[in-house]
């Protein structure tokens, strides 16, 4: 039965500065003449306002009131209104609002800069005006504070990881405005032992080879890590499947990052290979076999880091070290600073292949299984590892096949956990780079679809559409969202594109009912905006007839290609590879894998599974590097684009 009255647009709240005028506004539909009446609500005192009885409330902000709006019929039916804060400021800086102010956010508090007592609280406050009144979330180092959506930020008990740069994100319909980023100390710098300046992590996980056997494990191994990096304060960039100029490029992006003080993680996942204490990296473009100009040389990285004075120099290998043409000159490595910072932990030992663990839909490295046991341990970099090799020693399925390695000259006792004291510097590189805004678009019938964007790597998106309630004369509809036939030459369709991925994406937002999503991957090869359709599919309930419309949405190449479009560098110029993209239905995502869940298995980085120990079949390759100097490679990659800002 339809209701007597039904309320068709709420009142809004707002956040004004004192003397602003601006209206309320309420309406609604009924059987009958509609009566308003507006209430106010003060202090916990609650009044009808007299002479407000039209569907505009017109208000000259004097102070902070709640309102709401009460409707009648002639049948005495009644229903009320939302309440709505009208949040007014009493002292705002001169200039404020902007004389053309049209409602978008504006910060009238910033938080400050606070040093605190471990287990003592911390307390930040915001405030921002705006139309809509804005809705606000904190930041920490870059991360998400996934409970802090309020103007003020509250810690009950500090922690040292509770250290770090905070600000807040204010955002309503109009817009977002950003507040300063401020630092905060819990106990102080001098009263802890040791702590970074900053924290940069760079993952690589080359999963999908051109030209040799595909991998599994890097999907899962470098979305774990980046979590458990990001709780420990680290602002990370993770990357899928780079070929060789994209690794160069994410290397330089990386080490202009680094500075005095700073931890610097670099993990790579993938293939790989070892001569003489070298190890070299290979690309997903390498040919077969690959020539020694194919490769990244991982000394040479570690070089460029150290130049940069950081504090902390951590090199996690996931990958095989088998000898390959032991008669191949070496290339040329300058030896390395005895500066006393330098921590290499390689997943499995000289001359021997790392294993992949595959259970169920996911597969996971057996380095990263223990390694992400014990990554978040407050203890000494070197004596965290120590305690991820004795597990990997003792795990029977790799008894005699796989032993972790670690090499190092840490002079200090510093550990992941240590707490950030920005120094400056460092603080300006940091990037504010967060997933773009969710929207919403409405098809000719009434039917809204919300649009939201989520990136578990840098490089990686989905865009994801969710049907909201339909209108009452449409039934059974389905949502579908694709690229038009005339955009295929920027992204091609692959069904096979990183279905672990996609997996992923249901584990993490399993409680979310999406209707569809669509993959971007490799947002570093797209060069122009990105058009998406969608095409909904619905029965019309006065014709029982099924019936489709479409409708089209624009994605913005910057927020696409954001690591490689961050705010003080331009984008190389690359050749136009295409990027890789795929549509699927989440209730397929979760079913992607044909193992039985429980049924683990190993493989080795090439392929291999145990217990065979079968020896690679690429030892007749020509494994070893002797690629030119890693910043003249670089250097003359950013002189083919359009960038002159690089160093």
């Known amino acids: ?306 130049q940069q004075q950081t504090a902390l120099n951590l090199i996690l290998l996931d990958t095989c070290r088998k000898w390959y043409n032991p008669e191949c000159a070496l290339s040329q490595v300058q030896p390395l600073e005895p500066w006393g910072n330098t921590v290499y932990g390689y997943a499995t030992s000289e001359d021997a292949e790392a294993y992949e663990l595959q259970d169920g839909e996911f597969s996971s490295g057996i380095f990263m299984k223990y390694l992400k046991k014990h990554i978040l341990q407050e203890k000494k970099v070197t004596h965290m590892l120590e305690d991820v090799l004795e597990d990997i020693g003792q795990d029977p399925l790799v008894t005699g096949k796989q032993v972790m390695e670690i090499k190092h000259t840490l002079k200090e006792a510093r550990s992941l956990t240590d707490p950030i004291c920005p120094s400056g510097a460092a603080a300006e590189h940091w990037g504010r780079g967060h997933e773009p805004l969710s929207k919403t678009v409405t098809f000719p019938c009434g039917v809204q679809v919300e649009l939201c964007f989520r990136q578990l790597f840098s490089n990686v998106m989905y865009v994801c559409a969710k049907l909201q309630p339909p209108p009452a004369h449409v039934a059974d509809a389905r949502l579908q969202l694709c690229r038009p036939t005339e955009m295929d030459d920027v992204a091609v369709l692959k069904e096979s594109c990183l279905d672990q991925v996609e997996s992923l994406l249901t584990s993490v937002y399993k409680r979310e009912e999406l209707d569809c999503v669509f993959q971007l991957c490799g947002l570093q090869k797209i060069q122009t905006d990105v058009v998406l359709q969608l095409d909904l599919h619905y029965t019309q309930l006065s014709t029982k007839q099924r019936t489709c419309e479409s409708l089209q949405t624009t994605l913005q190449k910057s927020l696409l290609g954001q690591f490689f479009s961050q705010r003080n560098y331009s984008q190389p110029n690359y050749q136009r590879t295409p990027a890789c993209t795929g549509s699927t239905c989440l209730q397929d995502a979760s079913a992607l894998s044909t193992d039985p869940k429980g049924q683990a298995s190993l493989r080795t980085g090439s392929g291999h599974s145990l217990p065979s120990s079968i020896p690679s079949h690429s030892s007749s390759e020509p494994e070893e590097n002797d690629e030119s100097d890693l910043s003249e490679l670089c250097s003359a990659l950013l002189r083919a684009g359009p960038g002159q800002d690089y160093p």
Not at 91 to 108: N, S
Not at 143 to 150: D, P, V, W
Not at 260 to 272: C, E, N, S
């Open 1 to 306: 039965m339809q209701e007597a009255i039904v309320i068709t647009e709420q009142p809004i709240s707002v956040s004004v500065p004192v003397g602003y005028s601006f209206t309320l506004r309420c309406r609604a539909e009924g059987r009958t003449s509609l009566q308003y009446q507006w209430f106010s609500q003060y202090q916990s005192v609650c009044c009808q306002i007299p002479g407000a009885t039209k569907e505009d409330l017109p208000i000259t902000a004097q102070q902070t009131q709640l309102y709401t709006c009460r409707i009648n019929d002639l049948y005495k039916n009644a229903v009320f209104s939302d309440w709505v804060k009208v949040e007014v400021h009493q002292c705002v800086a001169r200039g404020l609002p902007p004389r053309l102010w049209r409602g978008e956010p504006v910060i009238v508090l910033n938080p400050t800069e606070q040093r605190v007592e471990v287990g003592k609280p911390l307390q930040l406050q915001c405030a921002a005006m705006g139309v809509p009144a804005p809705s606000y979330q904190w930041y920490r180092n870059g991360n998400l504070l996934e409970q802090q959506k309020k103007k003020k930020l509250w810690i009950t008990h500090t922690k040292v990881s509770d250290s770090g740069t905070y600000l807040c994100c204010a955002s309503n319909s109009h817009g977002e405005h950003w507040t300063n980023a401020v630092d905060i100390h819990i106990g102080t710098c001098r009263s802890e032992k040791f702590f970074a300046t900053g924290k940069i992590a760079l993952l690589v996980g080359n999963n999908r080879y051109q030209h040799h056997p595909n991998l599994m494990a890097p999907v899962t191994d470098v979305f774990e890590l980046s979590l458990l990096l990001e709780q420990l304060g680290f602002q990370v960039v993770s990357l899928l499947d780079l070929n060789k100029a994209e690794m160069v490029t994410a290397v330089s992006r990386f080490l202009q990052l680094l500075g005095k003080g700073v931890y610097a993680i670099f993990y790579y996942a993938g293939h790989g290979y070892e001569h003489s204490g070298r190890n070299y990296m290979v690309p997903v473009d390498a040919p077969q076999p690959y020539a020694p100009e194919n490769c990244i040389s991982v000394q040479r990285i570690l070089q460029k880091m150290q």
